[in-house]
């Protein structure tokens, strides 16, 4: 499905899911690198793969030649804050300074090896972190991504186009708009 079949597919419920979907994806703070970006990424951390498969296409004809890059760094950023989010969420729960002292032994070498830019993999980073309620993480990428020269209304703009994409992967399953093959391993 591409993400226009999915907006028209959306039942009454999610109304304002849909019109948020097709605004939030024209911020004018956010590069288009930053805006793809941004929802793949997201889409990725909600898990939903028609979703994701939709903004994936989406952001290969949006972004041309330049898409792969993107794509990767997106993909790398919500696979690595699904562990870091759940560590450091973990650290934060607990409340205890002696968790806090014991290293991660965690690898996050893709950190240093961004496809497209350290700011644009933290932006990716700090959206999937919200997604996934990581006070921590999100207060460690935002910091980031404003100290690297984005403004307050970039990081407003990716959190708003990750809360969307959040609320559309929900929408979509509850709308049953699943491929046969993602139903059928549901069931």
Same mark, same amino acid.
């Given at each position: 499905?591409?993400?226009?079949?999915?907006?028209?597919?959306?039942?009454?419920?999610? /109304?304002? /899911?849909?019109?948020?979907?097709?605004?939030?994806?024209?911020?004018? @703070?956010?590069?288009?690198?930053?805006?793809?970006?941004? +929802?793949?990424?997201?889409?990725? +951390? *909600?898990?939903?793969? /028609?979703?994701?498969? *939709?903004?994936? %296409?989406e952001?290969?004809?949006?972004?041309g030649?330049?898409? @792969?890059?993107?794509?990767? #760094?997106?993909?790398?950023?919500?696979?690595?804050?699904?562990?870091?989010?759940?560590?450091?969420?973990?650290?934060?729960?607990?409340?205890?300074?002696?968790?806090?002292?014991?290293?991660?032994?965690?690898?996050?070498?893709?950190?240093?090896?961004?496809?497209?830019?350290?700011?644009?993999?933290?932006?990716?980073?700090? *959206?999937?972190? *919200?997604?996934?309620?990581?006070?921590?993480?999100?207060?460690?990428?935002?910091?980031?991504? /404003?100290d690297?020269?984005?403004?307050?209304? +970039?990081?407003? #703009? &990716?959190?708003?186009? +990750?809360?969307?994409?959040?609320?559309?992967?929900?929408?979509?399953?509850?709308? %049953?708009? &699943?491929?046969?093959?993602?139903?059928?391993?549901?069931?």
């Amino acid at each position: 499905m591409t993400l226009e079949q999915i907006r028209d597919a959306l039942p009454a419920f999610a /109304t304002d /899911t849909k019109l948020n979907l097709q605004t939030v994806m024209q911020s004018t @703070t956010l590069t288009p690198v930053q805006t793809w970006g941004v +929802a793949v990424a997201t889409a990725a +951390a *909600a898990r939903n793969p /028609t979703l994701r498969d *939709a903004l994936i %296409g989406e952001a290969r004809t949006a972004l041309g030649d330049g898409s @792969t890059a993107v794509i990767d #760094d997106a993909l790398a950023a919500a696979t690595l804050m699904a562990m870091n989010n759940v560590y450091y969420r973990f650290r934060h729960l607990v409340g205890k300074e002696s968790y806090s002292q014991k290293p991660p032994r965690l690898r996050m070498n893709r950190l240093a090896k961004v496809a497209t830019s350290k700011v644009d993999f933290e932006l990716f980073s700090l *959206a999937v972190s *919200a997604i996934n309620n990581c006070e921590a993480c999100v207060r460690a990428h935002e910091k980031v991504v /404003t100290d690297h020269g984005l403004g307050e209304d +970039a990081v407003h #703009d &990716a959190i708003r186009i +990750a809360a969307t994409i959040n609320a559309a992967a929900q929408a979509v399953e509850l709308a %049953g708009l &699943a491929p046969a093959h993602n139903q059928a391993v549901a069931a």
